[in-house]
């Protein structure tokens, strides 16, 4: 078995065909959300495999605090999802 190739933090979204979930907070001042939308808009995986989520006025870290329990479900179904093939 090979193993899975290495993903660059500046990968060209056109490169990716695996599931992808990008959760990205409106509050982010690290990271822009518009940028992180338009990358995910070129990302090559299927439609039905990708998903952006925005988190209303979370900030870069959104896994604490008052959105962690939503950031977390959706996290958790994606993975679930990925480990039933979806």
Known sequence: ????????????AGDFTTPVRVLHGTADGCTSPAKSREW???V???PDRK??????GA?????RGRHAAGVTAEVAAFLQGVARGE
């Open 59 to 63: 900030r870069h870290i959104m896994y």
């Open 51 to 56: 998903k952006y989520v925005s988190v209303p």
């Open 44 to 46: 090559a995986t299927r």
């Open 40 to 42: 995910f808009e070129h």
């Open 1 to 12: 078995m090979n193993p899975p190739p290495t993903i660059r933090a500046s990968a060209p």
